[in-house]
């Protein structure tokens, strides 16, 4: 029984597919932290129904949803997610979209809620491969983690990344293994990735600005999915 940190963009959506693929019962969780791009959570219910009619089986093994509230998140952080500034680097060589202690603050209201509702996984997008430099994406972070959760919630948590050491274009790849052309065209059409939040331009790879960082990543891995399968 798994808990699926879903917040409706490439990652985490394939993610859901994966944990779909794996356990009888997934439940999935957003979390609403004044991030630019909260354009994401609204996608989070169309793509769950896109995912359910891929396969009975998933239908019958999706359960409830539960977004949670993390404005003090956005308001106690100044950086280009949560607030209207410019994308640059910063000090310590990090991107300014990093918002210090997101994903351990994420997986431990996570692992509250699973706490209570009987899930004993925990399944989240990081990647340490391509992932902007964020400490908190590294596989160490999160296996320290893991170890905190369960020394603090006497629990025996295990938290599953399964994008860690796989790239964008390993993830669409991915992607396609799972659920087929009908799940990456969903993914394509529904799930979110800009950090702008702009889906004005629908380009091969879904829609965004096609400049941030973000967008680069996802339309360079896509491309590189595409060019890989072709050959
Ligand atoms: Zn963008």
Known sequence: MALVLFSGGQDSTTCLAWALERFARVETVGFDYGQR????????????????????????????????????????SDTALTGDK????????????????R?????AFA???AYRRGLTHIVGGM??????????????????MQVALNIG?????????PLMWIDKAQSWALAQQLGGERLVEA????SHTCYLGERGARHAWGFGCG???ACKLRADGYARWRASAAS
């Open 37 to 76: 791009h909260r354009v994401e959570l609204a996608q989070r219910a169309g793509l769950c129904e896109r995912l359910t009619a891929l396969k009975p089986q998933w239908e019958q093994r999706l359960g409830d949803d539960h977004v949670i509230d993390l404005s003090a998140l956005g308001a106690l």
């Open 86 to 101: 410019a994308i640059e680097m910063g000090a310590k060589g990090l991107p300014n979209t990093f918002v210090p202690g």
């Open 103 to 107: 994903n351990l603050i994420f997986l």
């Open 111 to 113: 692992a509250a809620l």
């Open 127 to 144: 990647c340490e491969t391509d992932f902007s430099g964020y400490p908190d994406c590294r596989d160490d972070a999160i296996k320290a």
């Open 153 to 161: 919630m006497e629990s025996r948590f295990v938290l599953e990344t």
């Open 187 to 190: 993914i394509v059409e529904h």
């Open 211 to 213: 400049a941030c960082p």
